[in-house]
């Protein structure tokens, strides 16, 4: 592996925060140090994504200029290793494991969710509620109102990884190398005098994976999984257990980080290989060598966006050389 992208994995990985702590924002990028890695990306609109960096950092960026220029819209206590979107507005999560709502602009507060023990590795809605992926080997729910955790889903050996959405489920991966289905069988909705709270079972569990498993993303109606070893993987859900489909080896994969979907075609980030990989059905994936190497990912409209270690944020070329499809 890259030495320089281990020792920003270990980086990541860390349960301790490394980002300057407040609540400020409104600081225009480039900043005077070289911008820290992003760890997470979040569309907002076809013109402008979040940005979660391994400073702390918040960023705002506005996609359509050349190249996309940002504003930091608040800085965080550790590195910003998850974002997503909520009915409440986006939220994030660090590795210090603070979750919060996002201000809406620069400047202003972010409001604290709760804190989740051995830090954030993922966040999703569903129902009503943001759930997290912890260092701890917990599934966490947490209310949208600010009322604290309303359940939580327990079962991984590890710290959990990734989360996703597939067939009415919640599905999560881990360092325990399973991959685990989720029912919310009772979801009791906030009211002035009560919390939210939330109840689920594991309904589906495989091992996935001969390594550590570094995330999961919906392809369609399936899942994919990716690998510590670089090994990706797509499940049809269809039935209580998850059938696999292990995609074509490639010549000397390493680790996969980060993985996005639209339209059935998946998209894994191979930071150690400085290469995006494209994984359209069960073709041979297609690596698209980058400059700098990228350790996230997300599709904006019909773009692919990248998050580098440098920093920076690029887009990724999708159509093959020559423009052939």
């Not at 994504?49 to 800085?75: N, Q």
Request: charge should be positive; charged fraction near 20%.
């Amino acid at each position: 592996m890259n030495p320089l992208a281990l020792a920003l994995l270990l980086l990541w990985a860390s349960p301790i925060g490394v980002g300057p702590q407040g609540a400020g924002g409104g600081a225009s990028g480039p900043a005077a140090q070289a911008p820290a890695p992003v760890l997470s990306l979040l569309p907002l609109d076809p013109d402008r994504a979040l940005a979660g960096a391994a400073s702390g950092e918040v960023r705002r960026y506005a996609l359509d200029a050349r190249p996309p220029a940002f504003e930091v819209l608040v800085r965080l206590r550790g590195a910003v290793t998850a974002l997503a979107q909520s009915p409440a507005g986006p939220c994030a999560g660090t590795d210090a494991g603070a979750i919060v709502l996002l201000p809406g602009d620069p400047g202003g507060a972010p409001r604290s969710l709760g804190r989740h023990p051995g830090g954030v590795r993922a966040l999703l809605c569903h129902q009503g509620l943001l759930f997290s992926a912890g260092g701890d080997g917990v599934v966490r729910a947490w209310d949208l109102a600010g009322q604290g955790e309303a359940g939580r889903l327990e079962g991984h050996e590890g710290p959990v990884t990734g989360l996703a959405l597939a067939r009415g489920l919640l599905w999560s991966v881990g360092w325990d190398r399973t991959l685990r289905g989720w029912k919310l069988e009772r979801r009791i909705r906030a009211t002035k005098k009560r919390p939210s709270r939330a109840a689920g079972k594991e309904v589906a569990r495989v091992v996935a994976g001969e390594r550590e498993l570094t995330a999961v993303c919906a392809v369609g109606d399936a899942l994919a999984t990716a690998c510590w070893d670089g090994g990706l993987r797509r499940w049809d859900v269809r039935k209580r257990r998850p059938r696999p489909r292990d995609l074509p080896r490639r010549p000397h994969q390493e680790w996969v980080r980060a993985l996005a979907s639209r339209d059935g075609l998946l998209a894994a980030a191979a930071p150690a290989e400085s290469a995006v990989l494209l994984c359209d059905g069960d073709r041979s994936p297609r690596v698209v060598s980058l400059a700098q190497a990228p350790s996230a990912l997300a599709f904006v409209g019909e773009r692919l966006l990248a998050g580098r270690f440098d920093g920076g944020v690029d887009w990724v070329p999708l159509d093959p050389p020559g423009g052939a499809k």
